[in-house]
């Protein structure tokens, strides 16, 4: 899984047409609309901690888990400065640990499709059951296959006097794969730029195969919706996000002795 190791440093640049107030609004109603009003709430893939800090601000007990030192870096700057009371991990979400159970587990910029193996998703989807309090909620959401095949083998760019990137994206029909070669080049203190590359892998999942992951970790599916919409996903949904409760525990033991 990536860990945004140098592109961290530009994330947010390169990210600011994203409108995370917008995002943040639909998903504070998603989770309200399902019983989750205050409390502590759960972000897996955290990031820099843009979502994190406006629901904080909504009034819930934040925490957030990410993989990325760099990442979290910058979201414990934000925190800094906001004086909100957020508690970052560095954790991978395939074998994250909390000290307890959470009201609600969160996950959104299609982080759960950088997991690329079905049984490492149910895991993932079973560490989040465990770690739900009894009918706590889950809701996270995913690129589509539609997406994704959209994407195709494409090459997107932008220049900026902060940096610039190269992204250069295959996804593959057979293994529903989406590989994409990100290419930075950043600007140092003495005004020249340095080359970087990452590789980041994500994986196209249909609707089915969540829906299964999901029985298998304890996960009762509640809703698939249409990104920010209430309405059902359509043939033409570049994004969708799943609603999900706790129903019962226990996968993690069957899984451990697998």
Request: proline fraction near 4%; charged fraction near 35%.
């Given at each position: 899984m990536a860990s945004y190791e140098s592109f961290a440093r530009v994330y947010d640049m390169f990210m600011d047409n994203i409108p995370y107030d917008d995002w943040c609004g639909y998903l504070h109603g998603l989770l309200r609309q399902y019983g989750v009003e205050d409390g502590l709430v759960l972000e897996l893939g955290c990031g820099t901690g843009e979502m994190t800090e406006r629901l904080a601000a909504l009034g819930y007990d934040m925490i957030g888990v990410d993989n990325s030192a760099e990442m979290l870096e910058i979201a414990q700057e934000k925190k800094d400065a906001s004086g909100h009371d957020i508690l970052y991990l560095l954790q991978d979400m395939r074998e994250f640990e909390l000290y307890g159970t959470v009201r609600a587990v969160v996950s959104v910029c299609d982080t759960i499709n950088y997991v690329t193996d079905t049984e490492e998703l149910v895991r993932v989807f079973s560490l989040v059951n465990n770690y739900l309090d009894p009918g706590g909620v889950f809701i996270f959401d995913l690129n589509t296959v539609g997406k994704y095949r959209e994407l195709g083998e494409s090459v997107i760019a932008e220049n900026r006097d902060e940096g610039s990137f190269i992204w250069e994206n295959w996804y593959d029909e057979e293994t529903c794969i989406n590989e994409y070669d990100l290419t930075l080049f950043l600007q140092r203190e003495d005004g020249l730029y340095e080359k970087y590359e990452e590789t980041h892998y994500q994986?196209?999942?249909?609707?089915?195969?969540?829906?299964?992951?999901?029985?298998?970790?304890?996960?009762?599916?509640?809703?698939?919706?249409?990104?920010?919409?209430?309405?059902?996903?359509?043939?033409?949904?570049?994004?969708?996000?799943?609603?999900?409760?706790?129903?019962r525990k226990g996968n993690l033991e069957k899984l451990a002795q697998e």
């Open positions: 994986r196209a999942y249909e609707i089915g195969e969540i829906e299964d992951a999901l029985a298998r970790a304890g996960l009762k599916l509640e809703a698939v919706f249409d990104a920010f919409t209430q309405d059902a996903p359509r043939p033409e949904s570049e994004r969708v996000y799943f609603v999900a409760r706790e129903c």
